[in-house]
Every structure is written in structure tokens, then in C-alpha cells.
């Protein structure tokens, strides 16, 4: 939410109208789906540019293929270990908050990669790698204190005119590549959803949520590359999204029976567009320079319930560049910086809540209201040093120090990280890896109409220890046990405590530690999969209360086993089975009047995420027929998600048709995720 303005009002506003599309929408697999388990830093010194770009990596093509996905190329990282899913359906890795993250696609910084109902962006053709750092990473990433996601999207062919077009029920889309030059080629990806042309609202429509438009998705990708040289490359790209839906919220639905207030027509818009050039050099003796810069332009636009609404936009440039060389054979310096302009608007009219996510009971934290017209411009910059050193082919050192500035909150930080990679053996690695972190606080939290600017960064430091075990024939095994140090996060002043109007403190702090295991089997002969465990441990501490309690996204246990098998020449089926610790909630013990609200009533909340749901259980599978059409190579895919048909339960809320008064008996009704659902796609090439 740092570049995305958003009152807990609009959040839950919006999660509803989410709710209402779940079981069409999952069926896109992304909450529970899968990643490539080679996913941590790979230091390398030497020659820079090996490999060919222009092709998808094979661990990254394991992303495509895992069933689930349905070919989204981020829809597998749910089953990285450590990672969770928010309720808007981005990750939570190892303890930390979706907020905690940073996205980067091909070198520039990224703020929309996630459609707003949880697919990502990126069609499955243009990928080439992924990388996902999820704690201990080096000081070329900055504005992160959770994980790093690194997208790399591959380089266009240079070939003769090729096009692929996908159709399925739930989105569509073409795909086109090809050379122009000797020099130079260009791809271009443009998808849809159809969602919108064969369901109707009201099939859709739900628990008091009329759907009035069917939600729709858009979003395309272009690149251009001209390599002027064996050694200059410039790559010039666009791409955007856009999402929307329409709903009516009537009074049948809960959250408008807590807030009468939300009932009428509700509208989210949402889209982006953006817009970057990066000239790369890749020397002979091994030096390296990248130089980019990128434009971005996010909008949000939220109108619901008694003329309430939220427009918001944020124009962001950037200016990135980083100098990689190698001082003999042994050592490599790299030194980098990135200045980021952001550009604000927001018109607001609008409910005000004082709440963090710490907060379960936030429909009791009304503030009043805020109609305004705010811009602010914040400029941050980051520059780095970072040295690698071999002193033998079985020890590496990787030591860096960043430097961290923005005009806002007017913070320095100096943030120094270290890794080590020990070859104990010739099949064994030893690794450490420990560093200091910030990012910018949430936004409402620190702008003078709705927070406290003089609030600080959030921070925190990592620590990490693992061993890599080769055992042969493509099998391998890695361990690795973290531990994070969460400092200045915001505590929500409550109102008869908050004599000088500040609304949040930097009174919360946290802890994080587990375990992540991986048996992975890389693709040999037929078949390729792993085996993901993660146990995990992770709390908040209030420090005007010295209580500490469970954080709501921390999953204790995580299981994802992964099988991918070429049974016949052009038939491959493959499987995905998620287990994991039911979600945290906060027990409801009460009801009491609605103090805003005549012949309402609120519920009366217990110990904070003190309760959990039952655990999450889900099979997906995944069958691809590769065939032939009038001549043409095309494909037929089949995906049955929650093959199981298990019914999970994702929310346990007050039942408002049996509660309706202050003394009745607590009533609770659980919403239960999708049951069995097949999703096919036809591909043809041409």
C-alpha cells in the first residue's frame, strides 16, 4: 500500500465485493498455486552474459507447468515455502506483511503486478526468469523489509512473424513475435477476461452482493530490443492493466448491516500504465553496466454506499543504474543507485478508520469523515557499494552497505548486509546471510489528514542459516532457518486515548522464525516435482501494553507436494496438493449496540487472532494434450482445481440473520472457498 492510498473503510469495501467473486475467480488457481523451487540468489563471479535470454529458464518453466497455475508464470509462488496469502491475495512471506514487498521486472521498480483479483500481469510467453529473495537479500534492493520478487521477462526472437492465440472461458489472449532488423525484434501480449461474456451478474451476485458488471480484466505487454553490438543492448517496453467490476451492496449484506451507511451502488476502478528503457553493456573482460528509467502512472477509483468515493493516482519516474566490475579473478565490485520521483493526487470523501492490520475489531474505529483534496510529492533515493570475493572455489563473501534517503519523513539509513557460501563438500553448501532493512510507511498513515507524519520507516533485520545437499540424479535438499527483527511498525491510538490527535505511534514491534524445507527433483526423463515444509512462528508486540500476539498471516504449517509427468509423447498430466494451518481469526464473544447506528448491532470481539479455522486442504490437476489443428501445433488443457471437491472454510463472521440484538446468543456462519471446478483452454500456433 505504499504508493496506493486506501482507508480500512475502502479495504473492506472492496473485499467484499471479492468475496462475492470468489468461486469463479479461484478457479484461476492463484491463492494456493505453485513456484519454482530454485528460487534464492545465485552469486556468480565471472562472465556476465551467458545463456540465452530469449528463452524461458527451466526452473521458471516449472512455474508455468505446475498445476494450478493455469500458465500464470506468478501464480506458483503460493507454494514457495513461507509463503502465505493475504485476504487481497498477495503474498505474506516468512512472517512479514504483502506491504513488506518489492516488486522488480526487468531491473526497474514495479508497483502493479496483481490484477485486483489475484492474477498476475505477466502472460506465461514472455517470462524468462524468477527470482524470489525471501530474506538476507543484498543492498541492490531497497524499500523492502519482507521479500524481494524479480521478474525477469525474456528477450523477443528474432524470427520470422509468429503469433499464439489462447481462448478459455475465464481469459483470452494473442501473442505475437517476430524480427524486424538484422539487430532488433519485438514481442507484444495483449489478454482479456471473458468472464464478463458467458456469466451473468446475477449468478454471480451473493450474501446481500448484487453484481451489476462482471468483473473484467485487461492487460498487455510490449518489448522491443535492438542489440547495436556483441556488446550494447537497449530494450525499450510498455505495458498496463486495468480491472473494474460494478455491484450493488444491499442490506442483506453483513459488513452494510455493521455500516448501514455502505448500502447503494459501489464501483472499483483500477488500472496502470507504464513505460521504460534500459541500456545494458556487457564488456569483455566481464564489466558490466545497466542505466534505466521508467515511467509509471497508477490509478484507483473507489465509489460506494452514501455518495462515499476515492480517487487516487500516482505518477512515479525512476531513474536506475548499477556498474558490476571484476578486479582479477576473485573479486567483483558493484556500486548502483536509484532516485525515484513519486507525484500524489487523491479526492476523498470518505469514512476515516484509525486501524492497522494488527486491529480485528476495525468496523468499531470509525473517526468520522474526510473530504479533502491532497497532493504530495516524495522523493526517494538509494545508492549502494556491494563487493564479492572468492578467496577459494569453495568460499564466497558478499559484503554491502546500502545508503537510504526520502524527502518525506526526511530518514537517513545506513543498512549493511552480508552473505557466505561455504562448499563444504562437493555436493554440500553451507550459507549465512544477515542484513538490515527499511521501507516507507503506509501512506495513510503518515499524511496529516489521516495519520501522524511525523511517524518513522518501518524497519528490520535479517538473519538466515542453510544447507544445500546434492544427493544425484537430480534430486536435492535445502534447509533453511530465518529469523526477522521487526522494529517502528504503527500502533492505532485509540480515540479516548489520543489527546493529541495523533492517530498512530511507532508502538508495535515483531518477530519471525522457522524452518523452510525443499526436496526438489529436477526434470529428468519424464517427470520433475518437490516437496515444500515450512514451520513458522510469528507475533506482534504492543508496546504500550507489552501483549503480544499471534500475527494474523502467520501460517504454521505449510506442506505443497508437486508432480509434473510427460506419461505419453504429447499427453503430460501433473498435480499440486496444498496443505496448511487453517487461517488465524479473532473469536467473536458478544454483541453490543452499533453506537453509529440505530437497530444495528457490532460485534464484541475476543483475544485477538487467538482461534484458527480448520486446515486448508486442496488437489489441483493439470492435463495438456498437444495436438494439431487444420495443420497448426495446438494444445488442449484441461485444469480441475480442488479436485477433492474439500470444502475450506476461508472466514467465520457473526451471523446477522440470527443475531440482531444486544444479549442474543453469538451466532457465527462460515463461507467456505470453491468446491470443484474444471477450467479448459484451447492454444493454437501459427
Keep these: 500500500m505504499n504508493s496506493r492510498f486506501r482507508s480500512t473503510t475502502l479495504l473492506l469495501t472492496c473485499l467484499a465485493m471479492q468475496q462475492a467473486l470468489a468461486a469463479e475467480q479461484n478457479t484461476e488457481g492463484v491463492q494456493e498455486s505453485q513456484a519454482d523451487p530454485q528460487v534464492e540468489e545465485t552469486l556468480v563471479i565471472g562472465a556476465q552474459r551467458t545463456g540465452d535470454y530469449t528463452i524461458i529458464t527451466e ?38 506483511s504483502p506491504a513488506d514487498n518489492v516488486f522488480v521486472v526487468d531491473f526497474m521498480p514495479a508497483s502493479y503486478i496483481f490484477h485486483e ?88 451476485s451473493d450474501d446481500g452482493i448484487e453484481i451489476t458488471e462482471v468483473p473484467k480484466e485487461t492487460d498487455y505487454q510490449a518489448k522491443y530490443t535492438w542489440n547495436s553490438s556483441d556488446n550494447h543492448r537497449l530494450s525499450i517496453s510498455a505495458n498496463g492493466a486495468m480491472d473494474n467490476i460494478e455491484a450493488v451492496l444491499t442490506e442483506e449484506a453483513d459488513f452494510v448491516r455493521s455500516n448501514p451507511d455502505f448500502e447503494g451502488d459501489a464501483r472499483l476502478e483500477e488500472k496502470y500504465n507504464g513505460a521504460s528503457a534500459l541500456w545494458e553493456y556487457f564488456g569483455d573482460s566481464g564489466t558490466e553496466w545497466k542505466l534505466g528509467y521508467s515511467l509509471l502512472n497508477d490509478q484507483e477509483n473507489l465509489y460506494w454506499g452514501a455518495d462515499y468515493s476515492q480517487e487516487a493516482e500516482n505518477a512515479q519516474s525512476t531513474v536506475k543504474g548499477m556498474l558490476s566490475i571484476p578486479v582479477g579473478e576473485q573479486f567483483r565490485v558493484r556500486v548502483g543507485s536509484q532516485y525515484t520521483d513519486h507525484d500524489w493526487r487523491y479526492e476523498v470523501d470518505s469514512l476515516l478508520f484509525v486501524c492497522t492490520e494488527f486491529d480485528p475489531d476495525c468496523d468499531l474505529k470509525r473517526a468520522g ?13 538509494s545508492h549502494y557499494v ?47 546471510k544477515a542484513g538490515s532493512y527499511n521501507r516507507f ?28 545437499q546434492e544427493l544425484g540424479n537430480g534430486w536435492s535438499v535445502n534447509v533453511e532457518a530465518y529469523y526477522k527483527e521487526l522494529q517502528n ?25 522457522g524452518v523452510d524445507i525443499m526436496l526438489n527433483k529436477n526434470r529428468t526423463d519424464k517427470w520433475w516435482g518437490w516437496f515444500a515444509l515450512s514451520f513458522s512462528e510469528s507475533n506482534r508486540t504492543n508496546l504500550a501494553t507489552d501483549d503480544t500476539k499471534e500475527y494474523f498471516l502467520d501460517t504454521p504449517v505449510i506442506a505443497n507436494w508437486v508432480m509434473n509427468y510427460q506419461m505419453r509423447e504429447k499427453f503430460n498430466i501433473g498435480w499440486r496438493w496444498s496443505v496448511r494451518s487453517g487461517k488465524a481469526y479473532t473469536p467473536i464473544t458478544g454483541v453490543q449496540e452499533n453506537p453509529w447506528f440505530e437497530d444495528s448491532v457490532l460485534p464484541i470481539y475476543g483475544e485477538a487472532f487467538s482461534n484458527r479455522l480448520p486446515f486448508y486442504n486442496r488437489l489441483d490437476i493439470r492435463m495438456q494434450w498437444d495436438t494439431t489443428t487444420f495443420g497448426k501445433e495446438s494444445a488442449i488443457i484441461l485444469d480441475i482445481i480442488n479436485a477433492l471437491n474439500y470444502s475450506n472454510i476461508s472466514e467465520r463472521s457473526l451471523d446477522y440473520d440470527k443475531v440482531s440484538a444486544p444479549g442474543d446468543k453469538v451466532e457465527t456462519i462460515d463461507t467456505q472457498g470453491i468446491g470443484i471446478q474444471p477450467a479448459l483452454t484451447y492454444r493454437v500456433y501459427f
Design 441 to 468: 510507511p503506509d501512506l495513510e498513515t503518515v499524511l496529516p489528514q489521516t495519520g501522524n507524519p511525523e511517524l518513522k520507516s518501518p524497519s528490520a533485520d535479517h538473519y538466515t542459516v542453510g544447507v544445500e
Design 386 to 432: 556491494d563487493s564479492s570475493w572468492m578467496p577459494t572455489e569453495s568460499l564466497v563473501f558478499d559484503l554491502g552497505v546500502q545508503y537510504q534517503h526520502n524527502d518525506y519523513t526526511d530518514e537517513e539509513f545506513v543498512h549493511p548486509r552480508a552473505a557466505a557460501h561455504w562448499k563444504l563438500a562437493e555436493r554440500t553448501t553451507f550459507s549465512v
Design 369 to 381: 469523515t474526510l473530504e479533502e483534496k491532497i497532493t504530495l510529492n516524495v522523493v526517494e533515493s
Design 117 to 204: 483479483f489475484g492474477v498476475s500481469v505477466f502472460s506465461e510467453f514472455i517470462l524468462h526468469d524468477f527470482q524470489m529473495h525471501s530474506a538476507g537479500f543484498g543492498p541492490e534492493y531497497s524499500g523492502a523489509t519482507g521479500a524481494v520478487f524479480d521478474v525477469k521477462l525474456r528477450e523477443p526472437k528474432n524470427q520470422d512473424l509468429q503469433a499464439v492465440v489462447d481462448f478459455s472461458m475465464l481469459r483470452s489472449g494473442i501473442f505475437v513475435e517476430s524480427g524486424l532488423t538484422e539487430n532488433s525484434a519485438f514481442f507484444v501480449s495483449a489478454r482479456r477476461s471473458l468472464l464478463d461474456l458467458f456469466v451473468a451478474g446475477e449468478d454471480l
Design 59 to 96: 526452473d521458471a518453466e516449472k512455474l508455468v507447468e505446475t498445476a494450478g497455475a493455469m500458465g500464470d508464470p506468478l501464480g506458483a509462488i503460493f507454494a514457495l515455502p513461507g509463503v502465505s496469502y493475504s485476504e487481497s491475495q498477495e503474498p505474506a512471506v516468512r512472517g512479514s
Design 489 to 513: 511498525l504503527p500502533r492505532a491510538v485509540p480515540a479516548e486515548e489520543d489527546t493529541n490527535e495523533l492517530r498512530y505511534v511507532n508502538e508495535t514491534e515483531g518477530e519471525a522464525r
